[in-house]
């Protein structure tokens, strides 16, 4: 099964992660370093990276399939949205759910690089978008 990366693994995120671990997919959880056992007790493998640093990220891109950018109500420069697509150009990621700012370069970066993405609000069905990603 798929493995999917949710930045940041927060409340939401945990969430996310435990309906995921429940349907099967293998999950990897991001915090800056302060929710390692609250990830991991959702049944993700937690991964110490600082979202507003992409670099501290890509080692957690390993393996990943899906990639959950979960930053609605986290301020994050456009630039570093840009940063982390080009950065997935290089990597085995079939697809993005995107949540929060920078949504006009996520859709940009989408098409400019053929990575697929789906766009979601807070409220919305994350594991949803997630299936229409990987065609289910």
Do not use: F, N
């Amino acid at each position: 099964m798929a493995r999917v990366l949710i930045i940041p693994c927060g409340s939401r995120g945990r969430a996310l992660a435990t309906e995921l671990r429940a349907a099967g997919y293998a999950v990897r959880g991001t915090t800056r370093g302060a929710h390692v056992e609250e990830i991991a007790a959702a049944g993700a493998e937690p991964y110490v990276g600082d979202p507003d640093r992409i670099g501290t990220l890509m080692d957690a891109l390993h393996g990943v399939t899906v990639v959950c950018w979960l930053m609605d109500g986290v301020e994050i420069p456009e630039g570093r949205v840009r940063m982390l697509w080009e950065k997935l150009v290089d990597t085995g990621v079939r697809g993005v759910v995107h949540a929060g700012g920078g949504e006009a370069i996520a859709r940009a970066s989408s098409q400019t690089w053929q990575i697929p993405l789906e766009v979601v609000e807070p409220g919305d069905d994350v594991s949803a978008a997630i299936e229409r990603l990987l065609g289910g």
